[in-house]
């Protein structure tokens, strides 16, 4: 049985949690699944008040640690992860803002790699921006970004559209439930290796200011590799990638006094 959680962004059991229900009937067809709700507005995270602690100090030091934490651990221990938000002025609403912003040290530390994440969203269209949020943050932290589902105010559709948007549950179910079930680790694109060296380099060169960060990426035995985990990178994409984190390290020499990357 296959166990996933299921964060949703929305401040109610409207369209958004319906939607993640109806995505559930259609994994439930191919297979035995179990989803966990999570919703972000019964969690009453209290604002983040800007103190930096967690990426600082450690996440421990947050004034929210213990929900944080917490949420976090039931994220690496479930088989795949869906975040859902309804589009809200082109983006994700106020709530899934928040749950991202108190993850902000997973980028500074990836502690997710290998969790796989699904996006989900609902609203009248265009929902690009959301999902380009939410995969940016997923790849930060070292996720598994494996698809996205944006579902359109269903009630209003006209016939066809609603065939096109049943057959795309569908779709979208088995392409998810295909990348849970693959056990090898996919080979990172550009942007993922781009992160790692980029976080990499800053753990190095702030290591005076931001030791938690050095003494993670020296205690993972990160700093001699090239991803996270041990996966074959093309010749082209390490050529490559060398290249733009060179030029990123000269950038940043000239901008950042004592900046010393690796
Ligand atoms: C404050 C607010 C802003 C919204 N902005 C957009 C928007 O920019 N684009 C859009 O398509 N829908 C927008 N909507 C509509 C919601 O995305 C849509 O109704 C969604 O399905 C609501 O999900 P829920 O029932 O889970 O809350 C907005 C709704 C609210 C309340």
Known sequence: MKKILAVIGSPR??????????FEAALKKKEEVEIEYV???????????GCHNCIFKGQEFCRESGKVGELQKRMLTADAVILASPVYNQQVTALMKKFLDY???????????GVKFFGISTGGGMFKDVFRALKMN?????????????VPH????TPRYKEKCDKNYKKKAEIFLRAIGDAALPSPGINQLMMFNIWKMNAVACK????????WWTSKGLLDKSYYYPVKIGIFKKVLVWFIAWIAKSFMKKVYLGYDGV
């Not at 059991?13 to 109806?22: A, I, M």
Request: charged content about 25%; overall charge negative; some cysteine.
């Open 13 to 22: 059991k409207g369209e958004t949690y319906r939607v993640v229900s109806d």
């Open 39 to 49: 919703m972000l507005g019964k969690m009453e995270f209290r604002d983040c008040t």
């Open 103 to 113: 993850y902000s040290y997973l980028w500074h530390r990836p502690e997710m790699f």
């Open 138 to 150: 997923v790849q930060s932290w070292g996720g598994i970004w494996t698809g996205e589902l944006g």
């Open 154 to 157: 269903y009630e209003s559709l």
């Open 208 to 215: 005076g200011s931001i030791a938690v960060d050095f003494d």
